[in-house]
């Protein structure tokens, strides 16, 4: 009953923090920053959902494999983050226009 | 090499036990056949040093790292929160570089993984050979390589060097 509960609340906390990310992808100006809400909400946000279902059904096939999704998604969603930003970066998507500095766009320039 | 092959064996074991989660006869001889199939042919993909897994401490160090890791995480989302729920949306972008001393690939793929997860930052790019890595930074703080270095990357870098190198 209490696991139910907790489970349930933990299930709400999760979909405010879906919600928040997505709110995030409409206003952030440029894509990295946009990036990182969707990143940072959406992989805490899925990893609460997911425990709070390993809450609600407990040690049976279900709640173990929520476990194990709550493992892969931290160790893969941060690399699709990255090769996304890379590869916007190298298709000349510039910053936007609040941005302080670019080290990157620099050493590249610097090299060719 | 075949020290390799069992250890990937035993991973991929425990991995598909505790994905289907029912420990009948045949249930486990399936988990057998299918990990000694994968075992052998991936065992090339993974050329890791496998004395790593010896060591006691790195799981002691891993034991400490989890939390530290969850309630950074816990933080960034909070932040990231902040930011966008507020009507100004306040920022301060920037594509930052900073060193770090970490040499071994897994050891850069976390720190890395590890810095996208973290309080505003996250990895654009990384090289290797110069122990660099670009990073964006919602707020930044200095986009002097030192400081920026201090401020991101000293906190993760020493447990990581703990676990990995």
Request: glycine share 6%; charged share 20%.
């Amino acid at each position: 009953m209490i696991y139910t509960i907790v489970g349930m609340i933990f299930i709400i906390i999760g979909l405010i923090f879906d919600f928040i990310g997505c709110l995030g992808l409409l206003r952030l100006p440029d894509v990295y920053n946009r990036l990182h809400a969707s990143i940072k909400c959406v992989t805490l946000g899925t990893s609460s959902i997911l425990f709070g279902l390993f809450l609600y059904k407990g040690f049976s096939p279900t709640g173990i494999k929520a476990l194990l999704c709550i493992l892969f998604l931290v160790l893969t969603a941060p690399v699709s983050a990255h090769v996304l930003a890379r590869s916007a970066h190298k298709s000349g998507v510039k910053l936007c226009d609040e941005s302080v500095c670019d080290k990157y766009q620099e050493d590249k320039d610097a090299l060719s | 090499m075949i020290k390799n092959r069992i250890v990937l064996f035993a991973l991929s074991f425990l991995l598909w036990l505790t994905l289907s989660w029912s420990f009948r006869a045949e249930d486990l001889m399936i988990a057998f056949f299918v990990s000694i199939l994968v075992a052998w042919l991936t065992a090339d993909i993974f050329p890791g040093k496998v004395g790593i897994f010896r060591k006691p401490e790195r799981y002691l160090w891993i034991i400490y790292y989890i939390p530290l890791f969850a309630w950074e995480c816990l933080k960034a989302n909070l932040d990231g929160a902040y930011r966008i729920l507020h009507p100004d949306v306040p920022l301060r972008p920037g594509i930052v570089k900073v060193n770090t001393t970490l040499k071994s690939d897994t050891g850069i793929t976390f720190l890395a993984n590890t810095l996208t997860l973290m309080p505003g930052t996250m990895t654009v790019d990384v090289d290797r050979d110069r122990g660099v890595l670009y990073v964006h930074w919602v707020d930044v703080k200095s986009c002097d390589v030192e400081k920026a270095t201090e401020e991101i990357v000293l906190k993760f870098e020493l447990v990581l060097k703990r676990i990995f190198e």
